[in-house]
């Protein structure tokens, strides 16, 4: 899960490596988050036991990306 930034960009990078590879998603930010109004998921991925790691970044975005919590569930 991602949560809201009024600063953050209209499609913000969300990088997830996951047991099959690699997984590109974009976030719009500015928009409300749907869960409890503070967050945004970005998917359901399996995972392999220590390889949990997702990159958020400004590449292809015009505003900030932004992420002060991530929940891997």
């Not at 409890?36 to 998921?41: F, K, S, T, V």
Request: charged share 20%; hydrophobic share 40%.
């Amino acid at each position: 899960m991602l949560s809201f930034s009024s600063t953050g960009g209209p499609n913000a990078l969300v990088r997830v490596h996951h047991a099959d590879g690699t997984a590109d998603v974009r976030v719009d930010q500015r928009a409300k988050p749907p869960i409890e109004d503070l967050y945004i998921a970005v998917g359901q991925f399996e995972f392999a036991t220590g390889m949990q790691r997702g990159e958020i970044g400004t590449e292809g975005t015009t505003g900030a990306a932004v992420a002060d919590a991530v929940q891997f569930v």
